[in-house]
């Protein structure tokens, strides 16, 4: 099965933009080159064809904690099923830049916001992408993932955003998830 929605969960407000909690909003943003989506009730909808194929992308327009049902309500209206959807997160135990890719969600070991959005789909199967933001040595963690990232960190997290993009559209195109998982959990940042 091949995905239909490409997801970041972030947090809306402009000042946090550029805080390590958005940099699944930084990748988005990327992917559809344009400054800002088209508004919806729900959020920010975009639609790009990729490889031929027909991509949603979408940011909530929510806090990161709250986002299950604004995807859960998107995903309905649209008529996509659970193992299409790619869901894009930032990861504090991963460093700068480091990427992970996977499917079926552990609920136990998560993402707040990721906990919201399967509470909402009632089990674990969608995709998801971390990038590795670091954990905190002195900050408490909820500073942490609303400060903006070191320069090193930042060109770290662009690298691994450019390097996830590339083997998006590839698995798009070739549909071939084992293959981008693999590619992609063995990135090292140099």
């Avoid at 649209?78 to 990861?91: A, F, S, T």
């Avoid at 674990?124 to 670091?134: E, H, S, T």
């Avoid at 083997?167 to 195109?173: E, G, H, T, V």
Wanted: glycine share 4%; hydrophobic share 40%.
């Amino acid at each position: 099965m091949n995905i239909k929605i490409i997801i970041a969960i972030g947090n809306y407000k402009n000042n946090l933009f550029f805080t390590r909690h958005n940099v699944g909003i930084w990748l988005i943003n990327k992917i559809i080159n344009k400054k800002f989506f088209k508004n919806i009730k729900f959020g920010n909808l975009y639609y790009k064809k990729i490889n031929k194929k027909k991509i949603y992308i979408y940011a909530p327009k929510t806090y990161i904690n709250n986002v299950g049902i604004y995807i859960h309500n998107i995903c309905k209206k649209l008529n996509i099923k659970k193992k299409e959807i790619l869901i894009i997160n930032d990861d504090i135990n991963l460093i700068p830049g480091r990427i992970k890719i996977k499917y079926k969600i552990n609920i136990k070991n998560t993402h707040n916001g990721i906990k919201n959005i399967l509470k909402y789909f009632n089990n674990d199967y969608f995709y998801q992408l971390k990038i590795g933001i670091g954990k905190p040595k002195k900050k408490k963690l909820n500073k942490f993932v609303l400060s903006i990232p070191k320069n090193k960190e930042i060109i770290n997290i662009c690298k691994s955003i450019n390097k996830s993009i590339k083997y998006i559209k590839l698995w798009i195109k070739k549909n071939n998830f084992i293959n981008i998982q693999n590619i992609l959990n063995t990135y090292k940042i140099k």
